[in-house]
């Protein structure tokens, strides 16, 4: 069997890779590594896919497309370290039958924590606590704490991230509502949760969590009449991508200091510094790292390494991702 790693030698990649997983990787047949601190450009791809069984990858990957593969005469499987492999697949891949594995699963777990993370410290004001202590003070005259337990939380989109979200909000008793095109009434009726509106959602319920795939017809779809119709005291949270938001009538909504927001995401990546979300104090800013988080990332290369031995023994895989999966993922 003969292995590319295409993942570029850099920090990113021994994160992923740690020297404990390149020698399994090794140990599975014979490995050709990219050497250099770059993406292999899609002429130099197309000729390393050649006599490759299994192409092994992560983030930024150019799509393998009819031109990267015109060589790609022996891949059998893409062993994608990332979540979505939404820019990175095509059609071409799924005819010639290769099978896709990524780590959207274990990414969604990860995320899913760092959602929950995110609502508790919001509602509980832990930054703005936090920051009074360092200041040697001790509590507030306004007490602005709130808990999780027995809220109303709203749901946009429903994927593999939001179900991890429902089944770990059962614990706090909320009453969920969730908006999808893809959820039926039996799945509602056996996760006790109501099919909602957007609209019903941004002016009902207490944290708002987005969770949309990006795509052309989710591109600002939290738009200013959604964001002045939410409740006081409510909570928008953005874990999925920043262009779902349309992010000037977002700082403009949030200048009234009705409701709060974390925002994980952002349109344009870094946060430019003249953002004017910087300068607000109703608002968590975190630099996408919802997850996976840093410890989760060996495990994820890991599992999907024995997903790859096992299929090639024969067994079912576990992370595969299906053209039609693909088809739904963010690109």
Request: hydrophobic share 40%; aromatic share 8%; charged share 25%.
């Amino acid at each position: 069997m003969k292995i590319l790693v295409a993942f570029p030698n850099n920090a990113v990649r021994k994160t992923f890779i740690p020297e404990w997983l390149e020698k399994k990787i090794e140990s599975l047949g014979e490995t050709e590594w990219n050497t250099t601190d770059k993406q292999f450009p899609k002429e130099v791809l197309k000729e390393k896919l050649r006599g490759v069984d299994v192409c092994i990858s992560g983030w930024s990957m150019p799509q393998l497309d009819e031109e990267a593969l015109q060589n790609a005469d022996r891949l059998k499987l893409l062993v994608h370290t990332g979540g979505t492999v939404g820019t990175i697949v095509s059609d071409k891949l799924y005819d010639m039958g290769v099978k896709v594995l990524s780590g959207n699963l274990l990414y969604a777990e990860s995320v899913a924590e760092g959602v929950i993370a995110y609502m508790l410290s919001s509602l509980r004001d832990i930054p703005f606590y936090n920051g009074e202590m360092h200041k040697g003070k001790w509590g507030s005259v306004n007490n602005t704490s709130e808990g999780l337990l027995d809220q109303t939380v709203g749901i946009v989109g429903y994927g593999t991230i939001s179900k991890i979200v429902i089944n770990m909000l059962k614990l706090f008793r909320t009453k969920i509502k969730v908006y999808s095109r893809y959820i039926s009434d039996e799945e509602c009726a056996a996760n006790n949760i109501q099919k909602a509106s957007l609209e019903e959602i941004f002016s009902t319920c207490k944290i708002i969590s987005l969770h949309s795939a990006q795509s052309p017809s989710t591109c600002n779809m939290v738009n200013k009449p959604l964001l002045d119709s939410i409740s006081d005291g409510a909570i928008l949270i953005n874990t999925s991508r920043g262009s779902i938001v349309d992010e000037d009538a977002l700082a403009e909504a949030l200048a009234s200091k009705r409701f709060k927001a974390v925002l994980d995401v952002y349109q344009k990546e870094p946060l430019p510094a003249d953002s004017p979300l910087i300068r607000m104090d109703n608002v968590l800013l975190m630099p996408h790292m919802a997850g996976p988080t840093l410890d989760r990332r060996p495990y994820i290369t890991d599992a999907l390494l024995n997903d790859a031995i096992g299929f090639f023994e024969g067994k079912p895989l576990t992370y595969e991702i299906t053209s039609e999966f693909a088809g739904r993922m963010t690109k």
